[in-house]
């Protein structure tokens, strides 16, 4: 029989995974390390309007769980970083010029990285088609009818091959 | 950069006016000539590319594609100007984040000489309504009026991207900005500020309901300021609301939901003498029959 468990040892039993890579890899992106001059003061919640109709997203929250490296609530299917507006409050109020809304994005770059970004984040659609248009929005029969309505020229396609090549 | 002409600016489309709202992009080409601006059209221009979508996918790539076409105004020696909010903050963050920190701008450099560029930071980035106040200037647009819109109530929507973040983007203060109080002025209009003028459109947020929530609030908002139409400067917020309040009408079962949005420059058009054709009014979804009677009025 094994010998009972007492409440120390319970307490020692790990309940959350540490990902100190996750937070390698975001500090390589563009303003990721920002995330570490975050003291915690929740300046960037009240004027969050996710934070005021999305239940429990909470951008200092999120602050902190990318400074503790909880990457799998982060990056994993249920992250709330999609449910950003990317309204720039939390840019604005932020007394430490963390970015908050810039490490959410870091976050999504992350995930874009691993390739697991959700779908309805539509990101792999419009990348591909500003890839092979150049444009995020497709020309169609009605943009052409409409511009001659209002007299302006047709659009021409965009030329795509420098994008390819800066983007390799 | 010192040696363009003034009030001659490079003209950065984007893709959602011309594309899907080219009303907006007619309703800037037929005034700004009125005001003094000349249109520069400059070719090579890509997707900005989109500061949600594509920057959510690689911020160092989404720095690097802004960078060359701010590289194509470069080399024609123009500053720039944009008719998107989303545009304006891509350019200008990309401007912002290159002649400051020179590591990233070596690196999006690297990249942009395989295409025989060079992104140098000398031309700059200007949203059209802030190219209007600050190189045209209030008066001289009230001047461009000959059938001033009297009587007509516009709400005031901002969006976040051209005012945010403040110490980029340059335009007004965030908490309290007069831009577009002061542009609707000048054509006759009254502007009206209601209780969530500031909210964000929410369209960039991937909740099931919470979007619609927001556009809930905004616009009961709105209905209650009395507000004849919704003016807005961001063919982004302009999708959300053309197409969210018909949506949000019939789930609520409530038409006073319905304020039609428009494009500042459509009204400024109607302002300067153009018809409702013009500048495609017909074609919203959401009709503006408040508008009509100026359309009819003599010039």
Redesign the interface.
Known sequence: MPPKKNNDEKRLEPTVTLDFEFKKQLEK???GTLVNYCYQCGACVGDC??AR??EGFNPREIMLKVLYGFAEELVGPASPV????????C??RCPQNV?PVEII??V??LM??RGI?PE?????D??DM?LET???????AM?TK??E????PP?EA??????K???? | MTDAQPKKFAFFPGCLIPVRYPQMEAAIRKTLPKVGVEIVDLPGFTCCPDPIYFKSYDKLAWLTVAARNLAVAEEAGLNLFTICSGCTATLSETYQQLNTNKNLKDEVNERLARVGREYKGTSTIRHVATVVRDEVGVEAVAASVVRPLEGLRVAIHYGCHLLKPSHIMKVDDPDDPHILDDLVAALGATPVRHDEWILCCGKACKHETAPSEMMYELLKSVAAAKADVLGVVCPSCFNEFDLGQLRLAREHDDESLKTPAVYYFQLLGLAQGLTLEDVGLHRHKVKAPALEKYAAAAV
Not at chain 1, 82 to 89: E, I, P
Not at chain 1, 134 to 140: K, L, Q
Not at chain 1, 158 to 163: A, F, G, Q, S
Request: overall charge neutral; aromatic content about 10%; hydrophobic content about 40%.
């Open positions: 992106i563009v303003d309007p996710s109709y999305v999609w449910y950003c507006t990317n309204c720039y409050n840019y604005e970015k994005i870091a999504k770059n874009a990285r970004y309805k984040a539509q990101v792999g419009l990348v500003v150049g444009r995020t929005a497709p020309v169609t943009t409409l511009r309505e209002l007299g302006l659009l965009v030329d795509t091959d420098e994008l090549k800066i983007l390799e």
